[in-house]
C-alpha cells in the first residue's frame, strides 16, 4: 500500500545534541510537510518543500532544518534540541499544495 | 488569518449515543474544510474533504456537512472504536499553495 513512513518512532535524545527525523513516502507526492504537535494541541507548520523548492514559515525557529535530498525522502534537523522542542514530529505528503494531506505515524521526540 | 475552533474540547459518549461535533471557521476564500481523527500517539488519519455549502459526506457511522461558517461531523450510534479526536481543518484561498489551519480537535471518549 501506499504510504507515509516516519523513523524512528520514537527518539530520545540529550540537551543540545543534535537529530534527525526522517520520512519516506510511497505515493509518489510532490509536496512535503513537517509538522509539530504539541499535547492537545493543533499540528503547528514548520515547514513544506514543493518538489525542491524550501517554503519556511515565518515563526519557524532557525534551529529547525530540513532537507529533502530527492522526491521520496524528506529529514527534519534539529541542531541543538532544547526541553521545549519535545514534542510529536508530523510528516505530510500532498500531490499539490491544494490538495489533501497525508499524514505519516509521527515521530515522538523525547528531550532529556 | 484563518481561524478554526472547535467545540466542544472533550466529549464523552455511551455506546449507541448520536452525537455532533462542531468546527466554527473564519476564512478569506474557502478552499477545502477537512476533518481528520486522530489516535493517541499516532498521526492524523484523513477522514473527508468538504468544498462548498450544503456539502455532506459519509462514512460507515460518520457524516460530515458543512456552510459558510461551520461544518459539524455527526456521529451516529458510536462503538467504542469511534474514541479518538477529531481534527478540522480549513484551506484557504489566500495561499496559492494551500497552507492548512488546523483546530486543536475534540477528542472523543465512547464507553461500552
Given at each position: 500500500d501506499a504510504m507515509v513512513i516516519q523513523n524512528p518512532r520514537y527518539q530520545v535524545t540529550q540537551f543540545g545534541k543534535p537529530v534527525t527525523l526522517s520520512c519516506s513516502q510511497t505515493?509518489?507526492?510532490n509536496v512535503m510537510y513537517w509538522y509539530q504537535q504539541k499535547s492537545s494541541q493543533a499540528p503547528k507548520l514548520l515547514f513544506h518543500y514543493y518538489d525542491k523548492d524550501f517554503n519556511n514559515e515565518a515563526?519557524?525557529?532557525?534551529n529547525f532544518q530540513s532537507r529533502r535530498p530527492n522526491t521520496s525522502f524528506c529529514f527534519l534537523d534539529i541542531r541543538s534540541p532544547g526541553l521545549g522542542d519535545a514534542a510529536m514530529y508530523l510528516c505530510a505528503t500532498s500531490r499539490a499544495g491544494i490538495e489533501t494531506q497525508y499524514f505519516g505515524p509521527g515521530t515522538r521526540l523525547l528531550v532529556l | 488569518e484563518d481561524q478554526v475552533t472547535q467545540s466542544p474540547e472533550a466529549l464523552r459518549l455511551q455506546e449507541g449515543e448520536s452525537s455532533s461535533l462542531n468546527c466554527s471557521y473564519t476564512v478569506s476564500g474557502l478552499r477545502g474544510l477537512f476533518w481528520y481523527r486522530q489516535d493517541p500517539g499516532k498521526g492524523p488519519e484523513f477522514l473527508f474533504t468538504l468544498y462548498s455549502a450544503g456539502e455532506e459526506k459519509e462514512k460507515e457511522r460518520l457524516k460530515a456537512t458543512l456552510t459558510k461558517k461551520e461544518s459539524f461531523l455527526h456521529i451516529t450510534a458510536?462503538?467504542?472504536?469511534?474514541s479518538a479526536t477529531y481534527l478540522c481543518a480549513v484551506q484557504g484561498t489566500t495561499d496559492s499553495w494551500g497552507k492548512l489551519q488546523f483546530g486543536a480537535g475534540t477528542q472523543v471518549v465512547v464507553t461500552p
Amino acid at each position: 500500500d501506499a504510504m507515509v513512513i516516519q523513523n524512528p518512532r520514537y527518539q530520545v535524545t540529550q540537551f543540545g545534541k543534535p537529530v534527525t527525523l526522517s520520512c519516506s513516502q510511497t505515493l509518489n507526492h510532490n509536496v512535503m510537510y513537517w509538522y509539530q504537535q504539541k499535547s492537545s494541541q493543533a499540528p503547528k507548520l514548520l515547514f513544506h518543500y514543493y518538489d525542491k523548492d524550501f517554503n519556511n514559515e515565518a515563526d519557524t525557529p532557525d534551529n529547525f532544518q530540513s532537507r529533502r535530498p530527492n522526491t521520496s525522502f524528506c529529514f527534519l534537523d534539529i541542531r541543538s534540541p532544547g526541553l521545549g522542542d519535545a514534542a510529536m514530529y508530523l510528516c505530510a505528503t500532498s500531490r499539490a499544495g491544494i490538495e489533501t494531506q497525508y499524514f505519516g505515524p509521527g515521530t515522538r521526540l523525547l528531550v532529556l | 488569518e484563518d481561524q478554526v475552533t472547535q467545540s466542544p474540547e472533550a466529549l464523552r459518549l455511551q455506546e449507541g449515543e448520536s452525537s455532533s461535533l462542531n468546527c466554527s471557521y473564519t476564512v478569506s476564500g474557502l478552499r477545502g474544510l477537512f476533518w481528520y481523527r486522530q489516535d493517541p500517539g499516532k498521526g492524523p488519519e484523513f477522514l473527508f474533504t468538504l468544498y462548498s455549502a450544503g456539502e455532506e459526506k459519509e462514512k460507515e457511522r460518520l457524516k460530515a456537512t458543512l456552510t459558510k461558517k461551520e461544518s459539524f461531523l455527526h456521529i451516529t450510534a458510536p462503538k467504542p472504536e469511534d474514541s479518538a479526536t477529531y481534527l478540522c481543518a480549513v484551506q484557504g484561498t489566500t495561499d496559492s499553495w494551500g497552507k492548512l489551519q488546523f483546530g486543536a480537535g475534540t477528542q472523543v471518549v465512547v464507553t461500552p
